[in-house]
């Protein structure tokens, strides 16, 4: 299974490929629904899962056993 950090690369490899297709597209209508409906999204998606990955960096997504972040909650009852 791929790492979100390999992910990540990838789609900004293909965002690339995206970007350069819209510039230098001969039909503006194509480049035009190409950037709209699938560069645009695509940047969402990027910014979305560097957030993700981010936040996975600062520890926000600690390793925990199984149910192990919920017994705290139920030992409290």
Known sequence: MAT????????ET???DIEAYVEEA????????????VKNPLDKILSALDGIIDDESAG??????DDEIYEEDELSW
């Open 60 to 65: 926000v997504y600690e390793d925990y056993g």
């Open 4 to 11: 979100l950090n390999e992910i990540y690369k990838q789609l």
């Open 26 to 37: 001969n039909n503006a209508n194509q480049a035009s629904d190409v950037a709209g409906n």
């Open 14 to 16: 293909i965002m690339e």
